[in-house]
């Protein structure tokens, strides 16, 4: 144990050494570092001698590790040897695996959606599918995290798994050959008019920008293509340099796209288009949303800096930062944040401020006071510190707590898994539809079923309950709130038909995944798309187009940034 201990000293001691830190580091800076590694060295020493318990060194130090590079930002992480294959995936879009996502159910692990043509496609496997045992191990009670990693493996090695289907009363095994398996980073594009061409980009790992070029051309060949829009809401990002290539498609070579700027002179960079361009004239629409960040963020922004293509949609996530992938010892790796980008106004639209941190150990966001105006090519103005600004904003669409309810509790989901037993086939995706009989089929499917859900009403009249009871008015008022709560659970029982619009799209989407996989997934979305119609509207009116882009069009004020709403969840990069 003392031995490890030492080597963990001595690991650290070489890494600052082989990064140059000593050098670099001013000479307090310098014995800061050598004097807190001393004091790491002895506590850990003294922890191994005398704690009670025997301590694991290696558990310990990944621990503080952690801790330490949480104080940072979240996209500076410490990459454990037995972690660097999933980052491979997040810049190659490969794995090895059977190809299918799965989710947490309860006590099982449930095959949400095999990928078409994957190995546990090829072998038959459903969504729905419980997964049993994995080479002989129970699943049951096991963590999404565990099933997922002995799922994964080297491409030509058998996995064994045992499944349990709905409809069947005796579980069975399925052999899988795991594959390399490749995520496209573009899983549908098509004409959505007889001249307007749709793309769907959902990543930015290597050769995105290829594949788009080619779906583009693809696009173009027997189609009078006078418009491209480029979806890409829900895009948490990936490769700097695939962003820069796919805007080269359409802007011309020798153009700045973003610049990084870091604390080494290294990591100053000014990324430009490198090769002759494709499209120079066509009209171009970008969707994005809250959930479109990074190398979404750097292409819709500079496209809109340039004044190449409209925005349109809501305020991006706002990550404005740059990330490497540095190699440690013993196979560890390290993703650091080393730079700032700035798209080509001179913007950094960054909206956390991880430099300042809050007594409370939070971030907060760029405060308004240092949010700045910076100018497009065609002097329309633009902001930074907070994601990029549609041209033309959409609000979002929200769905009803009884949507979200029969959503997130997998009823929706299981009812899918049942009407595909029973139905073989279905109607191709664009024209599917979810009709009175099948939405019937489904309020009789939830009978019984726990889908309760509280209203912004009920938890505001749960709120005056509390605080009638404590400052003793309650009683007065006992009779009227008894009324109100009757009242409000006799709406809710209607809920089922005033919100049967979006239930019917939840339904419509799962049980058409379930036969046309994820491409027809997005075929059905396109029709019923507000925000895709208003981009198709905008392209058409040549006149709001062109008045867009040259400033002429009068542009919505910014969305003023919602507290906190950033901070849920950090998107892949």
């Keep these: 144990m003392k031995r490890i201990a030492g080597y963990i000293l001595l690991l650290l001691i070489v890494g600052f050494a082989e990064t140059g830190v000593w050098a670099q580091a001013p000479n307090q800076q310098g014995f800061e570092i050598m004097k807190n590694l001393d004091i790491y060295s002895n506590l850990i020493k003294e922890l191994n001698q005398d704690y009670v318990d025997e301590i694991n060194p290696g558990e310990l130090t990944q621990t503080g590790i952690e801790a330490m590079l949480e104080s940072l930002d979240p996209y500076t992480n410490f990459i454990p040897e037995s972690q660097v294959e999933d980052y491979k995936f997040i810049t190659t879009g490969q794995y090895g695996g059977i190809g299918s996502l799965i989710h947490q159910q309860g006590d099982f692990i449930v095959i949400s959606e095999p990928y078409e043509g994957s190995p546990s496609d090829k072998a038959g496997l459903k969504a729905g599918d419980k997964i049993l045992e994995v080479n002989g191990k129970q699943a049951k009670g096991k963590s999404y995290d565990d099933v997922s990693a002995i799922l994964k493996g080297q491409a030509g090695t058998t996995v064994n798994v045992l499944i349990q289907r709905d409809g069947e009363s005796k579980p069975f095994e399925k052999s899988i050959l795991r594959e390399n398996i490749k995520i496209d980073n573009i899983p549908y594009y098509g004409m959505v008019e007889k001249t307007i061409g749709y793309i769907k980009l959902t990543g930015f790992t290597q050769n995105a920008a290829k594949e788009l070029k080619q779906a583009y051309l693809k696009l173009k060949e027997g189609n009078e293509l006078r418009g491209i829009i480029i979806d890409l809401r829900g895009n948490g990002g990936g490769l700097l340099n695939e962003a820069v290539e796919i ?78 992938v540095v190699p440690l010892s013993y196979n560890a790796q390290m993703k650091i944040t080393v730079a700032k980008y700035y798209i080509p106004s001179g913007r950094c639209i960054q909206a956390i401020d991880y430099e300042h941190k809050k007594k409370d150990g939070s971030f907060g966001k760029i405060p308004d006071s240092l949010i700045r105006a910076f100018k497009t090519k065609n002097g329309r103005t633009v902001y930074d510190g907070g994601g990029i600004n549609p041209d033309v904003i959409i609000k979002s669409k929200q769905y009803s707590n009884l949507a979200l309810a029969l959503y997130g509790k997998y009823f929706v989901f299981d009812y899918a898994t049942k009407f595909a037993r029973l139905h073989p086939t279905i109607a191709p995706a664009d024209t599917f539809e979810i009709d009175d009989s099948i939405y019937n089929g489904f309020i009789a499917f939830i009978q019984g079923k726990d889908y309760s859900y509280k209203t912004k009403s009920e938890r505001a009249l749960e709120e005056l309950r509390n605080i009638a009871l404590k400052e003793n008015y309650f009683d007065a008022i006992q009779e009227e709130y008894d009324h109100l709560k009757i009242r409000m659970e006799k709406d809710k029982q209607e809920d089922m038909k005033k919100y049967s619009d979006q239930v019917r799209e939840l339904l419509k989407l799962e049980i058409v995944s379930r036969y046309y996989y994820q491409k027809g997934k997005i075929i059905a979305t396109l029709k019923q798309d507000p925000e895709l119609l208003d981009a198709i509207a905008t392209i058409k009116d040549s006149e709001k187009y062109a008045g867009i882009l040259s400033g002429k069009y009068i542009q919505p004020k910014p969305e003023i940034p919602v507290k906190g709403e950033n901070d849920e969840e950090n998107p892949v990069d």
Excluded at 276 to 286: A, F, G, K, M, N
């Design 247 to 324: 805007a080269n498609i359409f802007v011309e070579r020798g153009q700045e796209i973003v610049t990084t700027k870091g604390k080494m002179a290294d990591k100053n960079r000014s990324h430009l288009t490198m090769n002759p361009p494709v499209d120079l004239t066509i009209p171009v629409v970008v969707l994005v949303d809250r959930s479109s960040a990074s190398a979404s963020e750097i292409l819709a922004g500079s496209l809109q800096d340039l004044d190449r293509a409209v925005v349109l949609g809501q305020r991006t996530f706002g990550k404005g930062l740059v990330q490497n």
